[in-house]
């Protein structure tokens, strides 16, 4: 705790980049190394070869009798939108599943917001079942974090922002990733409207098997109205925080070094007088009967607190502190939070890998269709993400036979966040092999071969 203008203040230097051991190096190599080379069209007909999630989408109108081939329609249509590439990238005049207007058929009836969410929800699930997913976490953490995407299209479902969007428009991915490297949820908002809005509809409106408790996010998710209503429903927020203040219950409380720190005093008769409400309020949340985002901006409308949402950032203030002293106490908490928030960066990466035609610029101009593309590639980078799961657990048991087992800490740092090993550019061919869509493995790659075969061009 230093002083400056004359006031307490803790402060916290960056922490360090977590060193990794060189065996650790060599093994991630090895096993990246290993996994067979893909297209992607191929990856994901193969994740639901053994998944089955193309058997969500179900046709708008109930009762319709399924299309002959309409997995193998449905993954070019969602291969399109995912990789922003347009239907006529993927189609095929020689291929009925796979003609122009077959595709047009498919994505108008079949792609809609809750089939992508059930089909997203199974590749969630599926996932969540693999030992080494298991390894990286139990689903019961996760992050929240946005990825800004500039609109070029007139529209009003855009928003100006010239941090990220420049002279242009554009829109915010709202999504969360779980301690699995899943996405279980995503939002489209308008511009760069504050997380803090939207934080709350990750955890009660997705519809996965995980039970995610606890919730890291950068500042743009914070406000003393989200620290109290994670309290009341029972979650724990743990955000990446920086100029914040310290409260205190009563000014007669006597902390010891730590008054000149705390010297402002939460309102515990709001508190009291609005209890009876904050429950009700709480229980009609976790019970599905308002929407998150309906009650942050009722609690906060135009910029000032409600009575009720006063009470609840009184609430938050009390939490807030409590977690001050947490973070600042605890380093290895600090550095779960970075690697969690790390974690959503990096699948941020690879879904600008995949997200890669149009400059990577979203051409909707309408949120239905941004919600259904955005969507789209949420379910593509969970379905690479799983397949490569799947087949760096064969590789690490594989490698686990000849040089011996890994510890669980090192297990606990590697990452199916790999694209390079993926083609998403070119042909894109939907055939897979009757081995593969009966639910075998591709063989994997000899990685000591592999580096000979690179040698020889170099």
Known sequence: MVEQDGQPVVTLSTLPAQSEPEHLAHVRAQLSAALPQVEVAALLREVDAFTGFAAAFTHVADGQPAAADLPLSICAVLLAQACNLGLKTVARADVPALT????????????????????????????????????WGGGEVASADGMRFVVPVRTLHAGWNRKYFGSQRGVTYYNFTSDQFTGFHGIVIPGTLRDSLFILAGLLEQQTNLDAREIM?????????????????????????AD???????NDDDHGPLNELGRHVVNTRLIHDHWDDMLRLAGSL???????????????????LSGLGRAVAELGRVEKTLYLLAYVQDEAYRRRILVQLNRGEGRHAVARAVFHGKKGELRQRYREGMEDQLGALGLVVNALVLWNTRYLQHALERWQQTEGVLAPEDVARLSPLLHEHVNMLGRYDFSLPEHIAAGEMHPLRNPASWEERLAKFS
Do not use: C, I
């Open 217 to 241: 996010a950068d500042t743009h998710g914070y406000s003393d109205v989200v620290f109290g209503l994670f309290s009341l429903l029972g979650y724990r927020f743990s955000p990446r925080l």
């Open 244 to 250: 914040q203040r310290f409260w205190r219950l009563s």
């Open 100 to 135: 122009l207007a077959r595709l047009a058929w498919v994505q108008q009836n079949y792609v809609r917001a809750e089939t992508l969410t059930a089909a997203n929800a199974r590749l969630v699930d599926a996932q969540a079942g693999l030992p080494l997913a298991q390894a």
């Open 286 to 304: 976790k019970l599905g009967k308002v929407k998150a985002t309906a009650v942050m901006r009722t609690l906060q409308r135009a910029g000032s």
